[in-house]
């Protein structure tokens, strides 16, 4: 009986669609960029942007991770493109949070990963 339930929960945990943000060090380059937006209202909606110069065929992914003070864990969001950027719009409404941490990725379909924002040696800030 033991090992039934040993087993079960094995394969619960390997069938869980776990989401792990990747870690560093990415590459530095300029062809992945994110300025912030001035938050002025901490209770209107905003938008986390990322431009990237790479070949749109080129790309095989692009997401943002979201973590905020009420979540334990970040949260990875597909990123929609929006007159030549990445987008994802926060809507403090809908997700109330004191503090909001993000960082953006970039996989290429040659299995490269860029990453935003970086520090000077390639970590996310």
Same mark, same amino acid.
């Given at each position: 009986?033991?090992?039934?339930?040993?087993?079960? !929960? +094995?394969? %619960?945990?390997? !069938?869980?669609? =776990?989401?792990?943000?990747?870690?560093?060090?990415?590459? =530095?380059?300029?062809?992945?960029?994110?300025?912030?937006?001035?938050?002025?209202?901490?209770? #209107?909606?905003?938008?986390?942007?990322?431009? *990237?110069?790479? /070949?749109?065929?080129?790309?095989?992914?692009? +997401? *943002?991770?979201?973590?905020?003070?009420?979540?334990?864990?970040?949260?990875?969001?597909?990123?929609?493109?929006? #007159?030549? #950027?990445? #987008?994802? $719009?926060?809507?403090?409404?809908?997700?109330? !949070?004191?503090?909001?941490?993000?960082?953006?990725? *970039? =996989? %290429?379909?040659?299995? $490269? =990963?860029? !990453?935003?924002?970086? /520090?000077?040696?390639?970590?996310?800030?």
């Amino acid at each position: 009986m033991k090992l039934l339930l040993l087993l079960f !929960a +094995s394969s %619960l945990i390997q !069938a869980s669609d =776990i989401t792990l943000p990747p870690k560093g060090p990415f590459p =530095i380059t300029p062809k992945v960029f994110h300025h912030p937006e001035k938050v002025l209202f901490n209770t #209107r909606p905003f938008n986390l942007d990322l431009f *990237v110069d790479f /070949d749109e065929n080129e790309i095989e992914s692009t +997401s *943002v991770f979201i973590k905020t003070d009420a979540v334990e864990n970040y949260l990875e969001f597909p990123l929609k493109t929006v #007159r030549a #950027r990445y #987008r994802h $719009s926060f809507n403090p409404l809908l997700t109330p !949070a004191k503090t909001i941490e993000y960082f953006f990725v *970039v =996989i %290429l379909k040659d299995d $490269s =990963i860029y !990453a935003a924002p970086l /520090d000077k040696d390639g970590y996310i800030i």
